[in-house]
């Protein structure tokens, strides 16, 4: 599982993730196991380049309602700068999944598309 703070090791074994909730998002296992499953394609195709990933959620407006829900994703792939993606809905998981899909295209795109497969 992951905790904030804490780096998956099995299921990521050449990447690092680390999971971080901020205002208004609570930390629990649903919210893990989203996360590791959508990084898991991001994992299989570039998870030997990368040396970390930071996921960072949070509710902007703390409840208020509204398209506030924020994922933020880097990606640190050896050797080169730091790959950030983010992206906002009216849901976190929708939030996670599309930084996720960012991710995997900017990497497929900074790393190469034959590194990406």
Same mark, same amino acid.
């Given at each position: ?6 780096? +998956? ?20 296992d ?20 990368? =040396?970390?990933?930071?996921v ?15 994922? +933020? ?20 998981? =929708? ?23």
């Amino acid at each position: 599982m992951l905790r904030a703070g804490i780096h +998956t090791k099995g299921v990521f074994p050449a990447m690092q993730i680390q999971l971080n909730t901020g205002e208004g998002v609570q930390h629990s296992d649903a919210l893990e196991a989203h996360v590791e499953k959508k990084l898991a394609d991001v994992n299989r195709r570039c998870g030997d380049r990368l =040396t970390r990933v930071e996921v960072f959620c949070k509710d902007a407006n703390a409840g208020k309602g509204g398209e506030d829900k924020h994922c +933020t994703m880097e990606a640190r792939p050896a050797g080169f700068d730091p790959v950030v993606v983010s992206a906002q809905s009216v849901d976190l998981y =929708t939030a996670v999944d599309q930084a996720a899909d960012k991710l995997e295209k900017a990497l497929e795109h900074r790393l190469g598309r034959n590194a990406a497969s």
